[in-house]
């Protein structure tokens, strides 16, 4: 029989698969001076965020699907406005790259993500510097650092400009931990783009009017509704579908989805655009990385199960006798009608039901979305 529970999972991580590879390759399309031939990334990227602004404003304004949280001026100030600008530059950098190399390129350069995410933590003391980490980090570099020497139409512009794109989201992510988290904060997709989304148009909006307004005016602009409205509801299903595969499976899931899909596009972006070549040096150098990165991914899935004390037999004995001893002075039930309840169902009336995979997921999963928020990182 099928598990119904298994094949949903495994749906919700193909939507998540395809939905951030196409925006990738959907993005590069419509940057791209070969393709679409729209050069202006800040401005595509403030289509998305003026898009998800107004979507997340009807969902939570007009048509109530879900209630704002208790944000304060001192939170919004302090929390919302540095967390939006660190984003606004993530998407800025990172799209801008795309003018220069190619997305098989970007995807190994997107190895970097743990190292400077690392770095950042420790430079703001939320992590301490460990010798097993650095040395992981250091792997990852010297194989970004091969993968970057192997590649053909090496770019040092557009390397910058991504390398720069993933420090200022590595800043996102721990800000996000260290002012939201400890406030007590936590934001769905929906709230949270309602929040950052028009706050991050504002910060985009000034280096688009120095930057790409003066050439939009004198340029020919080819503007097609329909490509940029389809362009941003990807984007937004994108950051859903996160939410929903992390709500589902858990952010390590997510993690290792994340590696296949940057196989996937690798792989699909030689196919799509055929200037983009991969040698066999870049492969080694991606794979070395990737050594890397599953090794600080095994480190960190170790200290978090050495921080979680495992319940004693009799202290668990104890507790769920407190809670049937609880629940026998409200309701009594029927043994007999439990007998043929429990012969149904195949299952004892003693016995305890344990899910294994629940210690994996979060008693909130909302407060995933602090943490990841990888919504627009490949936007």
Request: proline residues 4%; positive net charge; aromatic residues 14%.
């Amino acid at each position: 029989m099928i598990n119904r529970s298994l094949v949903l999972t495994y749906l919700y991580l193909l939507i998540y698969i395809t939905l951030s590879s196409g925006v990738i390759l959907y993005n590069k399309w419509v940057l791209s001076p070969k393709y679409f031939n729209f050069p202006f990334p800040i401005t595509l990227t403030m289509i998305h965020m003026g898009f998800s602004g107004a979507v997340a404003f009807f969902l939570i304004r007009v048509f109530k699907v879900v209630s704002p949280v208790k944000m304060t001026f001192s939170i919004y100030a302090t929390c919302v406005i540095p967390i939006s600008a660190f984003f606004a530059s993530s998407l800025w950098f990172g799209n801008t790259a795309y003018l220069h190399i190619s997305v098989a390129f970007i995807q190994m350069l997107k190895a970097l993500m743990p190292v400077a995410t690392f770095v950042v933590a420790v430079l703001c003391g939320t992590d301490k510097l460990r010798w097993d980490v650095f040395l992981n980090m250091l792997l990852v570099s010297v194989g970004v650092v091969i993968s970057s020497y192997g590649e053909i139409h090496f770019n040092v512009i557009g390397t910058v400009y991504q390398v720069t794109g993933i420090f200022a989201e590595a800043l996102r992510l721990v800000l996000t931990q260290v002012l939201l988290q400890k406030k007590g904060l936590t934001l769905n997709p929906i709230t949270s783009l309602y929040y950052i989304a028009p706050c991050s148009f504002m910060f985009l909006f000034i280096p688009w009017y120095f930057l790409e307004k003066p050439g939009m005016e004198v340029s020919q602009i080819q503007f097609n509704f329909w490509i940029f409205f389809s362009n941003a509801v990807c984007a937004l299903l994108l950051n859903f579908s996160i939410f929903l595969v992390i709500g589902r499976t858990g952010a390590v899931t997510v993690r290792v989805a994340g590696v296949l899909k940057d196989w996937i596009l690798i792989a699909l972006s030689t196919v799509i655009f055929p200037e983009s070549i991969i040698t066999g040096l870049n492969i080694i150098g991606y794979a070395v990385a990737l050594c890397g990165v599953v090794l600080y991914n095994y480190l960190k899935i170790r200290d978090v199960r050495s921080t979680q004390i495992p319940e004693s037999v009799p202290e668990r004995i104890t507790k769920d006798w407190k809670l049937e001893k609880k629940s026998s002075d409200v309701y009594k039930p029927d043994i007999s009608n439990d007998d043929d309840e429990s012969g149904k169902n195949g299952n004892s009336s003693g016995a305890v039901v344990i899910d294994e995979e629940a210690p994996l997921i979060p008693s909130s999963r909302l407060s995933h979305i602090g943490r990841t928020q990888q919504s627009y990182r490949n936007v």
